[in-house]
């Protein structure tokens, strides 16, 4: 088959359509080489870059409406790194855990170690979720706000009257809306809608959730100290973290987080990924060979859209022609292994640019 071009107009400007790392703003990265150079390459325990640290953490607190008492932890090693911190510095003897996908998985994998009972697993199937059953002996409740190797949500809401919850946000942070008090441990990693890089995790924890750490780290349990939430919450409090952090990552998120904030803060944000994230399901809707992989209307995802296609369209054969045109990384997880495209639906992205992804895969469809 000869590949196919693409003609110009119908392309979107900018090819990046991952659902991490992903899109960054053109002016996030002119505002790096301006202010920012003079930031690369000194120190992160002097006055400039910790001010950097500062104005991120009091940067989330208004993005995310922190009720009193919320705090800003972070750290290195990105969201992966604070599955493994939370199960040694936070979660007391027995979690329960929503696994709809990878990423719930791996969490879960985390809590299952020789210090904490087995975590009870509440399983569904890809696409789909399940629901907490709550009870008096689970200390911790965890979840992906937003799954993201398979677009499924779930609400930011209290399971139990007792026990903390985790909501693993490294999706869905800074793209969509939701009430802070409903947990107690939002954390996150740049590089999805805060359109910076990868290596570093964030985290708000409530009140209850920092007596949680400091109860922990006071009593016998060993820690080691890079996955010490306490460590963590000590430096941050002083805007450092306990090692070096990549400034460039600090810099490209504060320049995010402000440019939220400035344009109307998560409502606004809100609004604009569930705008370009309807464009598509909607194109779903009205086009023959496509439809959303998540049945359930109330699952599917404002910030990473999967659509299926049946088998008269080859969504590798879409996903290559995209990338043969500079559009890229619309590919499904790769261990889903679905007839499927992925598209990230991040606030950096334009709705306009999603329309234009739209008519590219249109005019594939019509000349393959
Ligand atoms: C991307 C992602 C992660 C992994 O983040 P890292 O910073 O690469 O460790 C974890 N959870 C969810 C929901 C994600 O989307």
Request: aromatic share 10%; hydrophobic share 40%; proline share 5%.
């Amino acid at each position: 088959m000869a590949e196919i071009k693409i003609p110009g107009e119908l392309l979107p400007k900018d090819g990046r359509f991952g659902c991490g790392p992903s899109r960054t703003r053109v002016e996030q990265l002119s505002n790096f080489l301006g202010q920012g150079a003079s930031l690369l390459g000194t120190s992160h325990r002097q006055a400039p870059v910790k001010n950097l640290v500062g104005e991120i953490r009091q940067g989330l607190l208004d993005l995310f409406r922190a009720p009193q008492g919320y705090e800003v932890v972070l750290g290195n090693g990105g969201s992966t790194a604070f599955w493994d911190a939370a199960a040694f510095s936070m979660v007391e003897k027995k979690a329960q855990a929503l696994v709809h996908g990878e990423f719930g998985s791996k969490f879960a994998s985390a809590l299952t170690n020789p210090w904490l009972e087995k975590p009870v697993v509440v399983n569904a199937p890809a696409g789909s979720r399940g629901e907490f059953e709550p009870s008096a002996d689970i200390d911790s409740y965890v979840y992906p706000h937003n799954e993201t190797s398979t677009g499924v949500v779930t609400a930011v809401k209290r399971a139990a009257s007792s026990g903390l919850m985790f909501t693993d946000a490294t999706s869905a942070a800074g793209g969509i809306d939701f009430e802070l008090s409903e947990t107690d441990v939002y954390y996150f990693a740049p590089q999805k809608n805060f359109a910076s890089d990868g290596g570093l995790w964030l985290a708000l924890l409530s009140p209850a959730a920092i007596e949680r750490v400091e109860s922990i780290a006071a009593s016998d349990r060993y820690i080691p100290e890079f996955l010490s939430v306490k460590t963590a919450l000590d430096n941050s409090r002083l805007n450092q973290t306990l090692n070096t952090p990549a400034i460039a990552t600090l810099f490209l998120l504060n320049d995010q987080i402000q440019w939220i904030n400035k344009n109307g803060g998560l409502k606004w944000a809100d609004a604009r990924t569930k705008q370009s994230s309807n464009l598509l399901y909607q194109w779903a809707e009205r086009t023959e060979s496509a439809y959303a992989f998540v049945a359930n209307p109330d699952h599917r995802s404002q910030v990473v859209v999967t659509i299926d296609f049946d088998e008269s369209v080859d969504a590798s054969y879409i996903t290559s022609t995209l990338r043969a045109n500079g559009v890229v990384d619309v590919e499904p997880y790769r261990k889903l292994g679905r007839n499927q495209i992925r598209v990230a639906t991040f606030v950096a992205t334009e709705p306009a640019e999603v329309e234009r992804l739209i008519a590219s895969i249109d005019y594939i469809l019509e000349q393959r």
